[in-house]
């Protein structure tokens, strides 16, 4: 018998990778409303090349005017 966060789990390997993100970010935002996470201040340096693969053979402009797109 499956548990729900084990459904969930399944269920969120159906998304999209930009919705897999949005998900996230949603998860993080509930979490520091409840005050189990806290801002800290990123190091940009350690979010370098996390993006790699995202636009997928588009430039980076091709892939903002699509993200863009679909929010319309």
């Known amino acids: ?8 789990q399944k269920e ?3 998304l999209t990778l930009e919705e897999q993100l ?5 998860l993080i935002h509930q ?4 005050g189990v996470i806290k801002r ?3 190091d940009w340096g350690e979010l370098y ?3 790699k693969g995202l636009w997928e053979g588009e ?6 005017n699509r993200l863009r ?3 319309e």
């Open 40 to 42: 800290e201040y990123l």
């Open 1 to 8: 018998m499956q548990t729900l966060l084990e459904k969930i």
């Open 49 to 51: 090349g996390l993006g």
């Open 12 to 14: 969120t390997k159906k």
């Open 31 to 34: 979490l520091r409303e409840k």
């Open 22 to 26: 949005e998900l996230v970010e949603k």
């Open 59 to 64: 430039n980076a402009q091709e892939y903002i």
């Open 69 to 71: 797109e679909d929010r």
